[in-house]
């Protein structure tokens, strides 16, 4: 973001120039922020015309280009990165935070959970006139969103819980049980969620029932993001059963689960990043036998150390062949090896020539999982089908 660079470089205070009374909602997790932004802006355009970041620039670069090049009437939704959080809550004055998930993100590069759900305590502390939407299920983004001065709880589930094995305010070992959990230590315990994901169906506080089956955007973490981006929406004052049917209406975010051809193959495309997004995403794979291409990169924005893998419970794909491609193809396929699933090492699986798995060219779309710029790779070099 170089525009972005330039304008803070010429104006610091650019952002909170820019931002004025506009920003309705900050949107942080470390999974799912891009897709769960997307989802509250149409949610949002009920009420008229929304801006959101396009392809999901979350820092302060990309948030000030999305400020100066929106429309000044328009309502502002933003994606911000979990490290940048509390300077741009200061900076933005939202009337919504929602609160998604912490987990372990690329540690050559980010913080450890903990240090995470501190800051953004001290941030809540700071700031008590913000309404907060907040995962309950996450002891981390609990033990934060405690210290808020309002709070709407949404048991949005947490299929990943090695990152929040302990509670954050005394070290103890934490409780799990019944869909719920609990410090045995300082008895710190879920709390009572005003709006909780069940099944097919997000519940509102007074009963309601919305039903999510109409979401166009695979996965249990789908439903997670809708039902908290509903319990926004009535936060803000509008109309969740109105946001549903503009929700449902998203069908891909900036190449998320969108369909490509790349080469020879015709690929739907997934992002996945850290341990806790592959655990979610690899169950919303095809069935077996049907393969699927995985890609490792190790860029800077991918995270220098692939040791992670050794944490993604890749037993899932078991049953089929996996293709495994990118530049640490070759240490996922010593964890493939070890989970006892069948692949195929390929340099590049879209070339003419490449030993694909059999059948594989036939498929109306083969499902890619890659990191970040394999994943950005695909999208801007592929056509968008």
Sequence with gaps: MIGGQVILRLAPGAIDELAGDRVAALVSATNGKTSTTRL??????????????????????????????????????????????????????????????????????????????????????????????????????????????????????????????????????????????????????????????????????????????????????????????????????????????????????????????????RIRLFLAKNPAGWSELLDVMPPAPEPVIVTINSDYADGRDPSWLWDVPFEKLAGRTVVATGFRRRDLAVRLTQAGVDHVVIEDPYAPDAPLPPGMRDLPAVNCCATYTAFHHLRTTGEAL
């Design 40 to 265: 509250l802006a149409e949610s949002l355009s009920q009420a008229g015309p929304v801006v959101a970041q396009p392809t999901g620039a979350n820092m302060s670069t990309g948030i000030v280009m999305t400020l100066s090049e929106s429309a000044p009437d328009a309502t502002v939704v933003l994606e911000v990165d979990e490290a940048y959080l509390p300077r741009t809550v200061g900076q933005t004055r939202p009337r919504v935070l929602l609160l998604g998930n912490l987990s372990r993100d690329q540690l050559d590069r980010m913080n450890e959970v903990a240090m995470t759900a501190r800051s953004w305590r001290r941030m809540l502390q700071e700031h008590p006139d913000v309404t907060v939407v907040a995962n309950a299920d996450d002891p981390m983004v609990e033990f934060a969103a405690t210290a808020a001065g309002q709070v709407v709880w949404v048991a949005a589930g947490q299929a990943w819980t090695s990152d929040s094995a302990v509670c954050a305010a005394c070290g103890t070992l934490l409780g799990r049980g019944d869909g719920t959990w609990w410090c045995p230590g300082c008895g710190r315990r879920r709390p009572d969620p005003a709006w909780t994901l069940a099944g097919e169906e997000a519940v509102g506080p007074d009963g309601s029932r919305y039903d999510l089956s109409s979401l166009q955007l695979p996965g249990r973490f789908n439903r997670a993001n809708a039902t908290l981006v509903l319990a926004a929406t009535d936060a803000l004052g509008l109309d969740p059963r109105a946001g549903l049917e503009r929700m449902a209406r998203v069908d891909s975010v900036s190449g998320r689960y969108g369909t490509f051809r790349v080469g020879d193959l």
